[in-house]
């Protein structure tokens, strides 16, 4: 089955240009099309298994930095959309991270974000141990807590800060992801999983 | 909060000896205690986080090579629970199976498997796209599809087959594997996911 | 032993603009300044080495991520010094790359810095087989040909080209790279390393 | 040009068995037949390069796991040949141990080795700095420092240890590892790189 990319009605950003959210999201675009094309590769060198064997395994290694981009990315764009909403401390997760973070989650979440080298900040919700767990994934398919659901991702890749902020500027750039932040999308999400 | 290792009602398996078992089931319990010292470690360090942001970078970046290791064999080790079953072509499983891989997916799975490398052949559910995507993580937290379940995992570290079958014996694993194979099991996870 | 920046002699670059290459230059001065910072700590934390012992782990795991950000932009930046200049095809290295690649071997590198995901374009000696290995290295201490020296080195992190040229502008500089590309600093190296 | 297996004359082993070896050589003369195999396929795809972007791609990203087996294993088997022999103190390579590690270089490469997964721990020279640096390499082809020639090499993988001590038993092999050791063809290598 093919992948369609998605659209997102992305309101006026403060601190990430409309430029380099248009360039951001034809990178998007980019990870579905190279998820498909790579699916169907799969398809076309499995005829012949054989010949193709190095091929066909290493396009299945290499398929989920496709597919981890395109998610990642359904993931990040999604919460920007109908406009900044501080967190509400009475929701079920606002109470959650209260508990778990004190204050400071804001501030420990930016320093994953600060890690060095591209890649992601993603917190994720562990529904067997009833916690979050906060990590780090360097490009996009690696480092992941697998089968956890993703409820905060906040894209550190260079295109998501150089244009605006330079090339030393990811630091800004973590500061105008939480001024545009719709907390409002993360606490549905938590919701939703958590039901 | 910490995690805590589960046990397993295991039957003699055919192929994967008991001594090769019980070595297996130590290093699972070796994840699940490095994953909890990790987490202590970096509550430790955040204590100073300025002079520990070097260490707690690294801790952060590498957790999830423990807490993969400790969900992807509870993943693996449940497959072989109450014994061999083959799988029902009726069930919900068998036809989806059936819909995407015709007779083709043992011989599919099984070449995963064989990917040069240690690592993990897995099926994941995209409930999205309502399809499988089978991928294979080196080591175990790397290459994974971001967010999806994991209904199918065989673990092809060294260690789970150089004492019964040598270190050139990675086939005749399988083979052990797909022999001890409980489908059962597998078939309740897809209903579980997709219910 | 602390490592310290090296300057370079740039001349003004076509395609690839002053600010950008002074943004390019403050990054490799980081990779410097985190590889002797994580030196340091190392030390440091050696010396309660047990309780430590995890933290350690990570360092030991990442230290060269920073020594080959270093490395490799010392490599990459000397490449422009004195400025452009053609590959003189009756040198060493224009034989040899006559013999290996035909008229191909610009366009087989081009392919190879297109790649998806950042990393670097490199091309190895390998001393032993007589011959040239050309590689990928995603992020930069990933994949290399262990051991065998680097003759050519192209960047394609995004930073490289992201201001000049856009997030789609990959290819645009990459051709900006080798019009500005200096194949004498090239021939000496390969000289160095064959005599 | 085609790579061939090279032969070792190995002494008998104390702590690591002569059926060991055997698969283990089995292993190495593996690697060097993918990476033939993959340095081929490279050459056929290449027929149609923009059909087969992405599979060649896949494979110029693979073939460093492939090359970095081989070499890896050709410096390890050759540190056992004409039998253990402890390290020289008034050696080049003794004096520069003793001025950079005091006494304690074994304790800390032994660390090194019994870090977590399978790998490689690795001492380099860096010619550039005059010192050493040790390391860790996840799988064989990740965090090398990038062109620095490898002087001593202790193979972490779990076919080096799993037949003789068990799925738990690396410190021991890493023990017997020393045990073994030839510190004069270590030695001849530092003579050799930094003459």
Not at 54 to 71: C, P, Q, T, V
Not at 102 to 109: G, L, P, S
Not at 139 to 155: K, R, S, W
Request: no cysteine; hydrophobic share 40%.
């Amino acid at each position: 089955m093919e992948y369609t990319p998605k659209t997102f009605t992305l309101p006026s950003l403060d601190g990430i240009s409309a430029k380099s959210v248009e360039e951001h999201l034809s990178l998007y675009q980019g990870y579905v099309k190279n998820f498909n094309t790579i699916s169907a590769k799969m398809v076309e060198y499995a005829q012949d298994s054989e010949k193709n064997a190095h091929a066909l395994s290493e396009l299945i290694r290499r398929r989920s930095f496709e597919f981890d981009g395109m998610r990642l990315h359904e993931i990040y764009f999604a919460q920007f959309e109908d406009g900044a909403k501080e967190l509400d401390a009475n929701s079920a997760l606002g109470q959650q991270m209260e508990k778990e973070y004190r204050q400071h989650f804001t501030e420990y979440f930016k320093a994953i974000g600060n890690m060095r080298g591209p890649g992601w900040a993603l917190l994720y919700w562990d529904k067997e141990a009833k916690q979050f767990l906060a990590g780090f994934s360097g490009e996009q398919h690696q480092g992941h807590f697998v089968t956890l659901p993703v409820i905060l991702a906040l894209d550190v890749w260079e295109h998501a800060y150089l244009l605006d902020h330079g090339a030393l500027g990811k630091t800004k750039y973590i500061d105008a992801f939480f001024k545009n932040l719709n907390w409002g999308v993360i606490e549905k999400r938590f919701e939703e999983i958590t039901k």
